[in-house]
């Protein structure tokens, strides 16, 4: 089935969802029938204002204006995850052989800060979904305490694809070795 031409706002919100569904089940078409080994997905414009559903101001607003624990926040961050899941199953429905195409690959996602009220980067989230090819550990969850720079997860992905890079990243960022904890 074709996707819609058209997402016109209800109540003045863009239908996120309708429109990432749209965008989701496009891309895993094209990764399916080989047009696209390669892709950058952007759920969200950085300092997008976009009204998500049940919130009462904007996304950017409300990371910094929303006081306290910014349940609104939270509550616009758990709905991305769960577009992000529809994608990952997506991917995860397409058979290839044994395996799926999601176990064929790699997704990484992330985003700009762990915090929008602070624009801390402490703690910066990284979602790695997908097995490329056996190349990286599946249903394991890592978490850092040391702070040690995301080029590291960086290096052990552009390793996972068979280039045999001796470091990743510059300056203060670069490094030599991947993140074993995501390594097979």
Known sequence: ES?????????GRHPVADIHRAMSDLL??????????????WFSDPLTNK??????????????????????????????????????????????????????MVLLATSEHSRGQTHSFEE???????????????????????????????LSLVRAMGINAPTFGVDAGEVSDGLSQIET
């Open 51 to 104: 009204l998500y559903p049940d919130a009462t101001m904007g996304h950017h607003s409300l990371t910094h204006d929303e006081p306290g624990e910014q349940p609104e926040v939270n509550m616009v961050t758990r709905f991305i995850m769960g577009e992000l899941a529809y994608m990952i199953e997506q991917l995860a429905a397409v058979d290839e052989g044994d395996e799926t195409l999601l176990d064929h």
């Open 28 to 41: 895993v078409m094209a990764l399916a029938c080989d047009q696209t080994r390669v892709f950058s997905h």
């Open 124 to 154: 910066m989230p990284i979602v790695l979904a997908g097995g490329a090819c056996g190349a990286l550990r599946q249903g394991y969850h890592y978490r850092s305490y040391t702070g040690e720079n995301a080029s590291h997860v960086m």
């Open 3 to 11: 996707p819609a031409s058209e997402y016109p706002e209800v109540e």
